[in-house]
């Protein structure tokens, strides 16, 4: 960054804390105010107004306990950033060179967090570019022309007794600093620092209410997830080729869709611990997902738990609590690239042309993998096969195929208010084709394409419109998205069947695959069952790196709901009954759900073109693993 557009302000309160044998305590606050760096505008940009002019006095003078401590009456203060731009800001505690006192015996409140040591892992302690430590209490995006309210709270941790007394005559010294600097491209506010990362071929685009892509201006907004625009993303055709801000960036160019999915916590509503069928479902129970995007991860609290991660396990978690979705823990990203469409298989120019499962071992086919609409999804590979090819496609964006905590991550936010938070429409092209949408929405599921509650039609030429279908270039299409509009997700209701990336454990009897010899016709060649519980025999190609996959507690049925992993969109999504189809729907807009088992260990998603009301964003089912001609995949990077 231009030294001459780059601001750094070091804002401070000085708290000195000086505990005597006789209990006398004290804080004395001062302010002070530094600038480094050339800039271009006032030094007084920023201001620091405190409540109080002099000194304020402690309470308590012992050790105390923390809910004494919450009780202490607040130091409050002001930051205003009076400058007419937007900048990137951090809010530090450092303490000074006269600390004798170990920050391991205070206890600090920030607003209205939880008390906690500044030395627990719950603190993000880091080096300053002045070389000195601090602990950062808040960082994010600062709006031109605003305030922001700030209150403290610290006291000597109760664990500080008789037997501490030389920690109790020690001196404590410490201040508030806050670093900012003018942002050279857009952030969203809400977002919290989860904003979408760019990286190795990633091409910021805008998308119109035509379809038309343009290179994004990133000093500029570009997506708006508090007006349901998802950030998008392509990969291009000819990566040589060097498109300026808001020209047009031509289909013939453009390889790949992805779209940004922010890291978040959601507000948990539904423990997913259902064992059996329910007579009845309450269908009115469907609602709004609470959502909060932030870079943080949460921890036990009295409005948070820290995420189980397991199947079938609930840790701290509660209705009610947020729970950061698991989705975002694994690879500790603050967000993920998803793709926008089923993965089709490049030149193909039939639907008998994208039906392959070439046998590459490791390799998979990435060469073969296209993203984008009006083309033929690929079908009829296996579950090993689309592993392979997602995880080789683009190393670089650490690339692979989608997991099933990562479609209940898409599913949850198109669910909430930053997405379209309704039901999604259905592809029912019965050509397999990506993007498309029905032009009414099915009132029943699994019928011939003569019974209007259900129309799919067969269309010969990509980017056709028919009767009952439309193509992803029709605005109509727009009703297939996660958000209602073009910056969305397409094929999460219908078109093919997608296998989701997970295995499943039986943790009874100690092994995988229950007995059989192999997982199936997955392709994971050489993946054998195991007493000791783990994977055997050396030459299996079933990925080492758990991070990969979701791993699922061994379920002998299919109403065992409750081996769900929070989060998964399984579960959750309940209770489960039969309906007059003789399938297993949840409750939420009838979507089919049947549980993987012991037989069928694997989980597909979002039902294909013929699923009618079955079909949904919450739809799951099981599967033997092998390769079907309407089974597809999806790919996600983590950055």
């Given at each position: 960054?231009?030294?001459?557009?780059k601001?750094i302000?070091?804002?401070?309160?000085?708290?000195?804390?000086?505990?005597?044998f006789?209990?006398?305590?004290?804080?004395?606050?001062?302010?002070?105010?530094?600038?480094?760096?050339?800039?271009?505008?006032?030094?007084?940009?920023?201001?620091?107004?405190?409540?109080?002019?002099?000194?304020?006095?402690?309470?308590?003078?012992?050790?105390?306990?923390?809910?004494?401590?919450?009780?202490?009456t607040p130091?409050?203060?002001?930051?205003?950033?009076?400058?007419?731009?937007?900048v990137?800001?951090?809010?530090?505690?450092?303490?000074?060179?006269?600390?004798?006192?170990?920050?391991?015996?205070?206890?600090?409140?920030?607003?209205?967090?939880?008390?906690?040591?500044?030395?627990?892992?719950?603190?993000?302690?880091v080096?300053?570019?002045?070389?000195?430590s601090?602990?950062?209490?808040?960082?994010?995006?600062?709006?031109?022309?605003?305030?922001?309210?700030?209150?403290?709270?610290?006291?000597?941790?109760?664990?500080?007794?008789?037997?501490?007394?030389?920690?109790?005559?020690?001196?404590?010294?410490?201040?508030?600093?806050?670093t900012?600097?003018?942002?050279?491209?857009?952030?969203?506010?809400?977002?919290?620092?989860?904003?979408?990362?760019?990286?190795?071929?990633?091409?910021?685009?805008?998308?119109?209410?035509?379809?038309?892509?343009?290179?994004?201006?990133?000093?500029?907004?570009?997506?708006?997830y508090?007006?349901?625009?998802?950030?998008?993303?392509?990969?291009?055709?000819?990566?040589?080729?060097?498109?300026?801000?808001?020209?047009?960036?031509?289909?013939?160019?453009?390889?790949?869709?992805?779209?940004?999915?922010?890291?978040?916590?959601?507000?948990?509503?539904?423990?997913?611990?259902?064992?059996?069928?329910?007579?009845?479902i309450?269908?009115?129970?469907?609602?709004?997902?609470?959502?909060?995007?932030?870079?943080?991860?949460?921890?036990?609290s009295?409005?948070?738990?820290r995420?189980?991660?397991?199947?079938?396990?609930?840790?701290?978690c509660?209705?009610?609590?947020?729970?950061?979705?698991?989705a975002?823990?694994?690879?500790?990203?603050?967000?993920?690239?998803?793709?926008k469409?089923?993965?089709?298989?490049?030149?193909?120019?039939?639907?008998?042309?994208?039906?392959?499962?070439?046998?590459?071992?490791?390799?998979?086919?990435?060469?073969?993998?296209?993203?984008?609409?009006?083309?033929?999804?690929?079908?009829?590979?296996?579950?090993?096969?689309?592993?392979?090819?997602?995880?080789?496609?683009?190393?670089?964006?650490?690339?692979?195929?989608?997991?099933?905590?990562?479609?209940?991550?898409?599913?949850?936010?198109?669910?909430?208010?930053?997405?379209?938070?309704?039901?999604?429409?259905?592809?029912?092209?019965?050509?397999?084709?990506?993007?498309?949408?029905a032009?009414?929405?099915?009132?029943?599921?699994?019928?011939?394409?003569n019974?209007e509650?259900?129309?799919?039609?067969?269309?010969?030429?990509?980017?056709?419109?028919?009767?009952?279908?439309?193509?992803?270039f029709?605005?109509?299409?727009?009703?297939?998205?996660?958000?209602?509009?073009?910056?969305?997700?397409?094929?999460?209701?219908g078109?093919?069947?997608?296998?989701?990336?997970?295995?499943?454990?039986?943790?009874?009897?100690?092994?995988?695959?229950?007995?059989?010899?192999?997982?199936y016709?997955?392709?994971?060649?050489?993946?054998?069952?195991?007493?000791?519980?783990?994977?055997?025999?050396?030459?299996?190609?079933?990925?080492?790196?758990?991070?990969?996959?979701?791993?699922?507690?061994?379920?002998?049925?299919d109403?065992h709901?409750?081996?769900?992993?929070?989060?998964?969109?399984?579960?959750?999504?309940?209770p489960?009954?039969?309906?007059?189809?003789?399938?297993?729907?949840?409750l939420?807009?009838?979507?089919?759900?049947?549980?993987?088992?012991?037989?069928?260990p694997?989980?597909?998603?979002?039902?294909?073109?013929?699923?009618?009301?079955?079909?949904?964003?919450?739809?799951?089912?099981?599967?033997?693993?092998?390769a079907?001609?309407?089974?597809?995949?999806?790919?996600?990077?983590?950055?």
């Amino acid at each position: 960054m231009n030294k001459k557009k780059k601001i750094i302000y070091s804002l401070g309160i000085l708290m000195i804390v000086a505990i005597g044998f006789i209990g006398a305590s004290f804080a004395l606050w001062t302010q002070n105010f530094t600038q480094s760096g050339e800039n271009t505008i006032a030094s007084d940009c920023f201001h620091i107004t405190l409540t109080e002019d002099k000194g304020i006095l402690l309470e308590n003078s012992f050790p105390m306990y923390d809910r004494d401590g919450k009780k202490l009456t607040p130091y409050t203060f002001q930051v205003s950033n009076e400058c007419s731009r937007k900048v990137e800001y951090q809010l530090n505690f450092e303490t000074t060179s006269n600390t004798t006192l170990s920050d391991s015996y205070v206890k600090f409140m920030f607003q209205e967090n939880e008390p906690m040591l500044l030395t627990s892992k719950e603190s993000t302690k880091v080096t300053l570019s002045n070389g000195k430590s601090a602990y950062v209490l808040e960082k994010g995006y600062f709006e031109g022309n605003t305030t922001k309210d700030y209150s403290i709270r610290i006291w000597m941790d109760e664990n500080v007794t008789s037997s501490n007394t030389d920690a109790m005559n020690q001196l404590f010294e410490g201040k508030i600093t806050i670093t900012a600097s003018y942002l050279t491209k857009y952030y969203e506010e809400i977002l919290n620092g989860t904003d979408p990362v760019l990286k190795d071929g990633l091409i910021p685009v805008t998308i119109g209410n035509d379809g038309t892509v343009k290179k994004a201006d990133i000093t500029k907004e570009w997506y708006r997830y508090e007006k349901q625009e998802w950030a998008n993303a392509v990969i291009l055709e000819d990566e040589n080729q060097v498109y300026r801000d808001g020209q047009i960036i031509p289909e013939s160019n453009i390889e790949s869709y992805f779209v940004w999915i922010p890291r978040y916590k959601y507000k948990i509503w539904n423990m997913g611990e259902y064992e059996g069928l329910s007579d009845h479902i309450d269908t009115t129970q469907v609602h709004q997902i609470e959502v909060i995007f932030g870079t943080d991860t949460t921890v036990d609290s009295a409005t948070e738990c820290r995420t189980p991660m397991l199947s079938g396990e609930s840790g701290n978690c509660s209705i009610g609590k947020y729970m950061t979705h698991p989705a975002f823990i694994s690879f500790g990203t603050n967000g993920l690239w998803v793709g926008k469409f089923e993965t089709g298989y490049k030149g193909a120019t039939s639907a008998a042309d994208a039906q392959q499962n070439p046998n590459n071992g490791m390799n998979g086919t990435p060469d073969k993998v296209i993203i984008k609409p009006n083309v033929y999804s690929w079908r009829e590979i296996s579950v090993a096969n689309a592993y392979w090819t997602s995880y080789n496609y683009k190393r670089n964006l650490d690339s692979h195929m989608m997991k099933n905590t990562e479609w209940g991550a898409v599913a949850y936010l198109q669910h909430s208010k930053y997405g379209s938070h309704s039901s999604v429409r259905i592809n029912n092209n019965a050509s397999y084709m990506t993007g498309y949408a029905a032009k009414k929405e099915p009132t029943c599921g699994y019928t011939a394409t003569n019974e209007e509650c259900n129309k799919y039609e067969n269309i010969d030429t990509l980017g056709k419109d028919g009767t009952y279908t439309v193509n992803y270039f029709n605005s109509v299409s727009n009703l297939a998205s996660t958000t209602g509009n073009y910056s969305g997700i397409y094929d999460m209701s219908g078109g093919s069947w997608e296998y989701v990336m997970e295995v499943m454990f039986d943790s009874i009897n100690k092994n995988l695959c229950s007995g059989r010899d192999e997982i199936y016709n997955s392709g994971f060649n050489g993946l054998y069952c195991s007493t000791s519980g783990s994977l055997t025999n050396g030459i299996s190609n079933f990925p080492e790196d758990t991070r990969y996959y979701d791993t699922y507690v061994y379920a002998n049925d299919d109403v065992h709901y409750n081996h769900r992993i929070l989060g998964d969109a399984t579960g959750e999504m309940g209770p489960f009954t039969n309906s007059t189809e003789i399938r297993q729907i949840g409750l939420w807009y009838d979507d089919e759900a049947w549980f993987a088992n012991s037989v069928v260990p694997w989980f597909k998603r979002g039902h294909a073109m013929h699923g009618g009301t079955g079909a949904g964003v919450f739809t799951f089912t099981r599967t033997e693993g092998h390769a079907w001609d309407n089974n597809s995949f999806r790919i996600v990077f983590s950055i």
